[in-house]
């Protein structure tokens, strides 16, 4: 889910951003920290979106730099445990496919694929479920529920995704079954 949070942080402006704007050198200091940066709490940090208060620097002994403390609003990416997410399949492995989800990856094991047995066409590089027929390949666009989440430091992260559920899976698929819903309910209520 994307989210607008305020944060507070001492920011370190170094001398060559001296010759800038404080308020324009806190900025380009807290985008050089903060963007791209994976935390539990705020989950991946998109961008600066305003510096909203900017305190009195200081100096400390041995080091050039000034340290602002400063309150801002950043844009971020933080994944929610069964949030249900749409995205591409950017790469098929024998072991399942990753999906693109916004500005991170996430990962449908083999196992989390379908409801059918699975077989893997290292060839063509696809999943095909033996009864239902349906296949998963680079490009495909799916629905997934998120099931496992593990935010860490320095950039690393591991979101886990199943498309098992009703529902959800490769957008074909799920239009497949609507089809095959209204023409059972639609037998169904012609034998009454």
Do not use: C
């Amino acid at each position: 889910m994307y989210k607008i949070i305020e944060v507070e942080d001492k920011i370190r402006v170094v001398p060559s951003k001296f010759d800038m704007d404080v308020e324009e050198a806190v900025k380009t200091s807290l985008e050089e920290k903060w963007e791209g940066v994976v935390e539990k709490s705020t989950g991946v940090v998109l961008s600066i979106v305003s510096v909203e208060e900017v305190g009195e620097g200081k100096i400390l002994p041995g080091d050039g730099a000034i340290y602002y403390p400063v309150r801002f609003k950043i844009l971020s990416y933080l994944p929610e445990l069964y949030e249900i997410v749409k995205g591409n399949v950017i790469d098929v492995t024998e072991f399942g496919v990753f999906v693109r989800i916004g500005p991170v990856d996430g990962m449908i094991h083999v196992s989390q694929i379908m409801d059918d047995f699975v077989s893997y066409d290292a060839k063509n590089s696809v999943f095909t479920g033996r009864d239902t027929k349906n296949i998963l390949k680079e490009g495909d666009t799916v629905l997934a529920r998120i099931t496992s989440i593990s935010l860490g430091s320095d950039r690393q992260y591991k979101i886990g995704l199943t498309t098992r559920q009703p529902g959800l899976g490769v957008l074909e698929w799920i239009e497949k079954a609507k089809k095959q819903k209204k023409k059972e309910n639609k037998e169904k209520n012609k034998n009454k």
